[in-house]
């Protein structure tokens, strides 16, 4: 049987009414809200910071290239940097490769409770399985990713302090008085709706691609791989969206 | 007691059961046999209500799952316990807090208490003290099914269901596992209903055997008369089995 979209985004919203529906026993959930937080938060930190080091010290180095003019005065370049880190690296690209991290994570994760039947356990002994499974990491993950965002722009902007002056394209004064200025603290409360509405997609679309597999082992794997691609469309396309909405 | 009244179910079109009435007993070991694909873990399902069935009635005692409330079915649920096919301990959660879930998740018990009751269930299915720390994907899948069957009576439950209990196991460790289901619900009095395609299982412990054949009951009685069961299709099933066929000729 084909499903069509409609079918998707039907049962989807019908997942979440019973994620958001009443917890039947809070301190249970609360002890989950952590475990979720730790390893789907924490476990998230060196990545992150691995990756933003290395792509602000590229940019760094990149914008470097681009304005090379001796017109453009070098202090551009910190600025370019932080913009870009600000406004969408450390946010839409960052989200992009959390839904491969943790998207993926947690399709598999469900997935493979599905069909192992440890869902309809929980189902049997009288547990709300969606509720109990899946509220927690979607509160875990919209949770983190804020904090994520701004280590993120941190360590990207040191990646761009570290290689700029390193390469001799940039010197350290320069960079750092690029980075103040014109700075619009409304770009910070921009990207941070971005991460809450993010956070919410990398969590629960790989929630409900894990949640309603059937089938073994390679259903889950095939799962994990839409589900991340799905999340990658959707978070392109809210980008969009909150970007016209929110920015101009 | 269950009673099930003209059940029926389909997906898309497909029926899988067809009209099946039947009376499951407390204190009994009930077992439904069948086929691969003739429908036994759906009627299981559909009886515990994880499957909304199409028609039909599914008593137990005198309430009816077809008309509950989600609250009664909720308080139903409480009554349940439930053995899973490949054993569906949870594999993030150790031996001892698979069993402990269920108290931590529906009783006021203290910690004490809990750990207890964890004991004497893990006691009942014979698991030592030194396996409770570790995780599901280190022990047996002997071990899995009784860790299993241990976190199925935590609540104290009044009904027992149980899929294929021996399916993956080694005829030793089967014989083991059914055993114990079997003194579990004398000791217990439970409504004890349990999937199989194992003829030993039959032979062992078969005090009511339903035997279904394509969605529709075929044969309803016990292990010591299924040989002379009439039944084309039940002795088709039966004496797939060489050995038992001779048995049958030679008895
Ligand atoms: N969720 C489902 N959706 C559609 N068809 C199903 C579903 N579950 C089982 N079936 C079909 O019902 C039939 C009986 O399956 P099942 O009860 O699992 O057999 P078994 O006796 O081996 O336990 C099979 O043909 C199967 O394809
Ligand atoms: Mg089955």
């Not at chain 1, 789907?40 to 760094?60: A, D, E, K, P, Q």
């Not at chain 1, 959390?98 to 409770?113: C, F, Q, Y």
């Not at chain 1, 356990?121 to 904090?147: D, Q």
Request: net charge neutral.
């Amino acid at each position: 049987m084909r499903m069509g979209f409609f079918f998707h985004v039907g049962r989807y919203f019908s997942m979440l009414s019973k994620v958001f529906a009443r917890p039947e026993k809070s301190k249970m959930y609360v002890r989950q809200l952590f475990l979720e937080i730790d390893n789907l938060g924490v476990n998230s930190v060196w990545i992150v910071v691995i990756i933003s080091i290395f792509i602000g010290g590229i940019m760094t180095i990149q914008f470097a290239h681009a304005l090379a003019n001796p017109l453009y005065p070098n202090e551009l370049v910190g600025l370019g940097t932080r913009d870009t880190l600000l406004l969408e690296f450390s946010s839409t690209m960052l989200a992009l490769i959390m839904a491969g991290k943790i998207g993926s994570n947690i399709t598999s994760e469900i997935g493979t409770m599905r069909v192992t039947e440890q869902i309809d356990s929980l189902e049997i002994m009288g547990v709300n399985s969606a509720s109990y499974l899946i509220f927690p990491k979607i509160v875990a993950v919209v949770f983190i990713f804020p904090f994520l965002y701004i280590m993120s722009v941190f360590f990207g902007l040191l990646g761009g302090l570290l290689t700029g002056p390193l390469v001799g394209v940039v010197t350290v004064p320069q960079f750092i008085d690029g980075i103040q200025w014109l700075f619009y603290p409304y770009y910070i409360t921009f990207s941070i709706i971005k991460c809450l509405v993010f956070g919410f997609l990398v969590s629960s679309v790989p929630a409900y691609f894990g949640y309603y597999v059937q089938g073994g082992a390679l259903e889950v794997g095939k799962a994990s791989t839409k589900a991340v691609v799905n999340t990658n469309i959707l978070i392109l396309f809210f980008d969009l969206l909150l970007t016209r909405l929110l920015l101009t | 007691m269950i009673d099930v009244k003209n059940i029926s179910k389909s997906f898309d079109g497909n029926q899988v059961l067809k009209n099946i009435s039947i009376t499951f007993e407390p204190g009994k070991t009930n077992l439904i046999i069948g086929r691969s694909g003739s429908g036994k873990t759906v009627l299981l399902k559909s009886i515990l209500g994880l499957f909304d069935i199409d028609e039909g009635e599914i008593w137990y005692n005198d309430r009816n799952l077809v008309k509950m409330s989600n609250k009664e079915r909720k308080l139903l649920r409480s009554e349940i316990g439930m053995v899973f096919q490949g054993g569906a301990l949870f594999d993030s959660i150790n031996v001892e807090g698979n069993v402990r879930f269920p108290l931590d998740m529906f009783t006021n018990m203290s910690g004490p208490e809990k750990t207890q009751r964890v004991q004497f269930c893990l006691d009942h299915v014979n698991i030592d003290r030194k396996a409770y720390k570790l995780f599901p994907s280190e022990i047996s899948g002997g071990m899995q099914k009784r860790v299993a069957i241990a976190r199925a009576i935590a609540l104290n439950p009044k009904y027992l269901f149980c899929d294929e209990p021996n399916s993956g196991l080694d005829p030793e460790t089967s014989t083991v596992i059914d055993q114990l289901i079997q003194s579990l619900t004398k000791e217990f009095q439970m409504t004890t209903i349990i999937n199989t395609h194992d003829m030993n299982s039959v032979i062992e412990i078969g005090e009511s055997v339903l035997f279904i054949s394509k969605g529709e009951k075929e044969w309803v009685g016990t292990n010591r008369e299924i040989l002379d069961s009439g039944s084309q299709k039940l002795d088709d099933f039966i004496f797939a089995n060489k050995l038992y066929a001779q048995m049958k000729k030679g008895k």
